[in-house]
C-alpha cells in the first residue's frame, strides 16, 4: 500500500480501491463462515513509492530491489503459488523485515500457505506502523481465527467495523462476528427442536400388488385380493424432534434425541403408523474431521399394534475438504424383532459412503450423493426372508426465487434374495426406483412451508412385492431453540 498521497485528488481512488479489495476478500467467507482461515487474500494495494519511481523530469527511474521482489511475490501468489512466495519473502526479512508494505505482503503470503502464526507476526509489524490500515487488520483478524484465537479475532474486526467504511463492507464484516459467535455458541449446551404438521395424498398406503393375476409354484393363476391391492387414501401427519448437544471439552460432545411421528389414513386406518425414534452418544472434532458414535432406538406400530422394534448403532465420519465440500463414511447395524410375526426377526447391516458439494452459481446449488451396501439376515435361518441390498442416491438443490428452494432427488436400491419363496417358487429380486421433487419456502425466521411429491416403482420378481406409489403432500415446519 502506498503512504496516502498529498493531493486529495489521488488520495480518494485509493480509499475505494482499498474498501472495494477488503469487499472482495470478505464477500468469500459467505459460502462457509466457520472456514475463515482458508480465504484467500485480497488483492494488494498500490506499490510504495520505492517501487515506481518518478524523477522530477517525469522519466521513469529502473524499481528497487525491494519492489521487484514485491512484484514478483505478489504475481506468485495470484496464481496460487502461496507457498513459494511465503518462502521467498521469508528469506529477506532481515533486510526488509520492519517495510510495511514488505510485512503486509509477507502476512498475506503466510496466511494463504497455512503459517497464520508467522502472519501474525508480520501484520503485527504493519500495524505498528500503520495502525490504520483496515486490510491489515481484517486480515490479522483471519490469522487469529485460523489459531483459534477467536477473541483477538473478534477484537479486530470490531475495530474494522468501527471504521468509515461502505455498508457492505459492514454487512460482511457483521457475518464474520455472527460466524464467531456460533462457534462460542457451540461451546455451551443447546437444546433444538422441529415441529411438522403434513397433508396430502398416497395412492398405494398398503404397498399393494401392480399386478392383476398371480402365478403360483405349481403354475395356477390366482387372482389377488382385494386387501392385497393398491388402497388410496389422504394422508395427515404429525412430527415432534428434539435434539439435546452437551460439550464436554477436547473436542467432544455428548448428544441426544428423539423424534415421535404419527400417520393417519382416513380411507385405511388399519395402517395408521405411530414412529418412535431415539439416539444418544458421542461425537468428536479435530481438524476437518468429525466422528459421530450413537446408539439408536425405534418402535413403530402399525394399525395400533405393535409392528417392529429395531435397536443398533451408529457409527459415522466426516471431513469437510474445503469451505464448500464434504466427504463421509458410515457403518450402521441393527437388531429387528416382530413381535407380532417372530418368523421375521433379523440382522441388518450396511455400510455406505456420503458426499456433498456447494456449486458455483447466483443459485447456490447444492449437490449431495450417497451409495450404500449391506444385508439383512434372517435370526431365524429362512433363506427366502434373508437378502443383500445395494443402493445409490444423487439429490440438487437450489434457489429458485421468491424466496424459495427448490430439490429434486433420484434413489435406486437392489435386493437379492438368497433363497427361493416356496410358495411362488422363485427367489425373489427387487429393482427399486424413486424420484423426489420438492420446494422450501421460509415464511418467517421460524416457521417454513415445503411442498413435495414422489414416484416410486418397485419392480420384483415376486408378484405380491411388484408395485407403484405416488406420494404428494405440503408439510409446514416449525425450527426452534
Known amino acids: 500500500m502506498r503512504p496516502a498521497a498529498t493531493a486529495n485528488g489521488a488520495r480518494d481512488p485509493r480509499r475505494v480501491a482499498r474498501a472495494r479489495a477488503f469487499v472482495l476478500s470478505a464477500l468469500a467467507a459467505l459460502a462457509a463462515p466457520h472456514a ?211 460439550p464436554m471439552g477436547g473436542g467432544w460432545q455428548w448428544t441426544t434425541g428423539g423424534r415421535a411421528s404419527l400417520r393417519r389414513y382416513p380411507s385405511a386406518h388399519t395402517l395408521d403408523q405411530d414412529q418412535f425414534d431415539l439416539s444418544s452418544g458421542f461425537a468428536f472434532r479435530t481438524g476437518c474431521h468429525q466422528f459421530n458414535m450413537l446408539a439408536q432406538f425405534q418402535h413403530l406400530q402399525l394399525g395400533g399394534a405393535a409392528f417392529r422394534n429395531a435397536l443398533g448403532a451408529l457409527g459415522q465420519w466426516q471431513c469437510d475438504l474445503d469451505a464448500r465440500t464434504q466427504v463421509g463414511a458410515y457403518v450402521q447395524g441393527f437388531s429387528l424383532d416382530f413381535p407380532e410375526e417372530p418368523m421375521r426377526d433379523a440382522r441388518r447391516s450396511a455400510v455406505g459412503l456420503t458426499f456433498a458439494r456447494v456449486l458455483d452459481g447466483a443459485r447456490r446449488p447444492i449437490v449431495v450423493a450417497g451409495a450404500q451396501v449391506g444385508n439383512e439376515t434372517s435370526r431365524r435361518d429362512l433363506d427366502n426372508l434373508s437378502y443383500d441390498f445395494l443402493g445409490a442416491r444423487a439429490a440438487l438443490s437450489m434457489g429458485l426465487g421468491s424466496g424459495w428452494r427448490g430439490f429434486a432427488a433420484l434413489s435406486w436400491e437392489a435386493r437379492n434374495f438368497d433363497g427361493v419363496e416356496p410358495i411362488f417358487g422363485v427367489a425373489r429380486r427387487d429393482r427399486q426406483t424413486e424420484v423426489r421433487f420438492g420446494a422450501e419456502r421460509a415464511l418467517t425466521a421460524d416457521w417454513s412451508v415445503a411442498p413435495a411429491i414422489t414416484f416410486t416403482r418397485n419392480r420384483s420378481t415376486l408378484d405380491p412385492n411388484d408395485f407403484r406409489r405416488t406420494q404428494a403432500g405440503v408439510t409446514l415446519r416449525y425450527r426452534f431453540q
Request: proline share 5%.
Open 36 to 246: 475463515l482461515a482458508q480465504l484467500k487474500a485480497p488483492p494488494a494495494m498500490p506499490p510504495t513509492g520505492a517501487a515506481a519511481q518518478v524523477d522530477v523530469d517525469g522519466s521513469a527511474v529502473a524499481a528497487s530491489p525491494m519492489a521487484q521482489l514485491l512484484a514478483r511475490a505478489r504475481r506468485m501468489i495470484d496464481d496460487g503459488r502461496a507457498e513459494a512466495a511465503f518462502r521467498t519473502l521469508q528469506a529477506r526479512v532481515a533486510d526488509y523485515g520492519g517495510d510495511p508494505d514488505f510485512d503486509y505482503l509477507l502476512g498475506l503470503a503466510a496466511l494463504d500457505s497455512g503459517h497464520p502464526g508467522e502472519a501474525v507476526i508480520a501484520l503485527e509489524r504493519v500495524l505498528m506502523v500503520r495502525p490504520g490500515f483496515l486490510q491489515a487488520r481484517a486480515e490479522i483478524a483471519r490469522a487469529y481465527f485460523a489459531l483459534r484465537e477467536r477473541e483477538n479475532a473478534r477484537r479486530e474486526f470490531e475495530i474494522v467495523a468501527a471504521q468509515r467504511i461502505p455498508d457492505e463492507a459492514r454487512r460482511v464484516i457483521g457475518r464474520y462476528l455472527d460466524a464467531i459467535r456460533s462457534i462460542d455458541d457451540a461451546a455451551r449446551s443447546s437444546l433444538v427442536g422441529l415441529v411438522e404438521l403434513e397433508t396430502g395424498y398416497d395412492s398405494n398406503v398398503n404397498f399393494g400388488s401392480s399386478t392383476g393375476q398371480w402365478v403360483l409354484a405349481d403354475g395356477t393363476a390366482v387372482i389377488p385380493l382385494g386387501i392385497s391391492l393398491p388402497r388410496n387414501s389422504a394422508v395427515f401427519a404429525s412430527a415432534l424432534g428434539l435434539n439435546w448437544s452437551v
